[in-house]
């Protein structure tokens, strides 16, 4: 992973996207453990999330884990989301983080020695090269394991290093089909993303795209 306890670093995780990485990987994100795992291999200066919530009087499903994740050493970035319906009659929302996303990471860059980006979106890598520029060392997490791989190849070209979320996954996932198993009394729960606790049948093509 080329991770060095004296370096400086920030995670800049996009939300939306090691969400459905690590679902089409088979696998359910506990948030504590991701920045325990990170904290004891380098000097996590910060650690951002970045989610784009959708603005109705609904309840959302994403407000526990945002919740958690601000009293929990998260620094938690968000912004309305918009609902539309398309050509097909699917409801969908549009909430795209990367502007947010790359601003932070410049203003950043001059603090720290190490950024490491939760993305496969080749849109990164101009801003990844700007924040190089600038002495920063930067590391893209995402997956070549998937099918079609979901880290773009610019992207991981221009990377210091590439890190595949199904190699380092175990520090802090678990496999999917171990919701199904009884939990030992006085084993607390794992922090993951909202999405992953309710049941398949609840998951239907709207519900998906939206989350």
């Given at each position: 992973m080329n991770l060095k306890k004296e370096e400086r670093t920030c995670l800049f995780i996009d939300g939306s996207s090691l969400y459905s990485t690590s679902r089409g990987l088979g696998f359910d994100v506990?948030?504590?453990?991701?920045?325990?795992?990170?904290?004891?291999?380098?000097?996590?200066?910060?650690?951002?999330?970045?989610?784009?919530i959708l603005d109705t009087e609904d309840y959302s499903p994403l407000k526990p884990l945002t919740?958690?994740?601000?009293?929990?050493?998260?620094?938690?970035?968000?912004?309305?989301?918009?609902?539309?319906?398309?050509?097909?009659g699917k409801r969908r929302v549009k909430g795209n983080m990367e502007i947010e996303i790359a601003v932070d990471m410049m203003e950043m860059a001059p603090h720290i020695d190490h950024a490491i980006l939760f993305t496969g979106d080749s849109d990164f890598r101009r801003v990844v090269e700007a924040v190089q520029r600038q002495g920063t060392r930067v590391s893209v997490v995402s997956s070549?394991?998937?099918?079609p791989p979901l880290?773009?190849?610019?992207?991981?070209?221009?990377?210091?290093?590439?890190?595949?979320?199904?190699?380092?996954?175990?520090?802090f996932t678990r496999r999917q089909q171990a919701e199904t198993?009884?939990?030992?009394?006085?084993?607390?729960?794992?922090?993951?993303?909202?999405?992953?606790?309710?049941s398949e049948p609840d998951l239907d093509d709207d519900e998906t795209d939206i989350l």
């Open positions: 506990d948030y504590k453990k991701l920045l325990d795992f990170f904290t004891s291999k380098t000097h996590i200066i910060r650690a951002y999330y970045y989610a784009a919740d958690w994740l601000s009293y929990n050493g998260y620094f938690l970035v968000t912004k309305p989301a918009r609902e539309f319906t398309d050509s097909t070549m394991r998937s099918s880290i773009g190849d610019g992207l991981r070209r221009q990377a210091d290093n590439f890190m595949e979320l199904a190699t380092i996954a175990n520090n198993q009884r939990p030992r009394v006085g084993t607390p729960s794992p922090i993951r993303h909202p999405a992953d606790q309710m």
